[in-house]
Antibody, heavy 122, light 107 residues
Framework: QVTLKESGPVLVKPTETLTLTCTVSGFSLSNARMSVSWIRQPPGKALEWLAHIFSNDEKSYTTSLKSRLTISKDTSKSQVVLTMTNMDPVDTATYYC??????????????WGQGTLVTVSS | DIQMTQSPSSLSASVGDRVTITCRASQSITNYLNWYRQKPGKAPKLLIYATSSLQSGVPSRFSGSGSGTDFTLTISSLQPEDFATYYCQQSYSIPLTFGGGTKVEIK
């Protein structure tokens, strides 16, 4: 059974760094066809892909936030970590981690975590 | 970055109705287009991948079509659990991008 679970602070102050952890089970982060992404959704708004990391440690980031994001993984712990620096109230959102499955060049999110709401406020 | 535009942004429909949602890409994405349904307070759920392939366990009332820049998601007979928000997502190029969503409401 594939599961993903996000963990991290529910409240951060402006200018602080956010660190979120995604713990996965039911698959290995060393599987070449699978990877993990982070996606966020501000309240009442659309989904926004943030970053992903593949089994070979290849990383990609969304253009607008690239300078603030770092994604990493610990395969032995089955964890993927996202850090976002210089948090601002506009970064208030539900943050999801999701498994990406690669098939014939297409990348899609087939399993999602439940999401964690992060509020940025002083 | 490839921009994904969904239309309409919202619609009202009744149980049993046939519903069509459109997604347009700012450039050709061949068939690298996926669809998700999100119920309030829940994580999105994959419905269709690669334009027209039904994800395992997803009812056959959902179907997808299109190629290049224009794609559609069709629900042949709307069910109560289908009142939700739908998102398209392209994977032709990084960064991966989602459409703005289509909210399907009860008429």
């Amino acid at each position: 059974q594939v599961t993903l679970k996000e963990s991290g602070p529910v409240l951060v102050k402006p200018t602080e760094t956010l660190t979120l952890t995604c713990t996965v089970s039911g698959f290995s982060l060393s599987n070449a066809r699978m990877s993990v992404s982070w996606i966020r959704q501000p309240p009442g708004k659309a989904l926004e892909w943030l970053a992903h990391i593949f089994s070979n440690d290849e990383k990609s980031y969304t253009t607008s936030l690239k300078s603030r994001l770092t994604i990493s993984k610990d395969t032995s712990k089955s964890q993927v970590v996202l850090t976002m620096t210089n948090m601002d109230p506009v970064d208030t959102a539900t943050y999801y981690c999701a498994r990406i499955l690669a098939a014939a060049g297409n990348l899609f999110f087939d399993y999602w975590g439940q999401g964690t709401l992060v509020t940025v406020s002083s | 970055d490839i921009q994904m535009t969904q239309s309409p942004s919202s619609l009202s429909a009744s149980v049993g109705d046939r519903v069509t949602i459109t997604c347009r890409a700012s450039q050709s994405i061949t068939n690298y287009l996926n669809w998700y349904r999100q119920k309030p307070g829940k994580a999105p759920k994959l419905l269709i991948y690669a334009t027209s392939s039904l994800q395992s366990g997803v009812p056959s009332r959902f179907s997808g079509s299109g190629s290049g820049t224009d794609f559609t998601l069709t629900i042949s007979s709307l069910q109560p659990e289908d009142f939700a928000t739908y998102y398209c997502q392209q994977s032709y190029s990084i960064p991966l991008t989602f459409g703005g969503g289509t909210k399907v409401e009860i008429k």
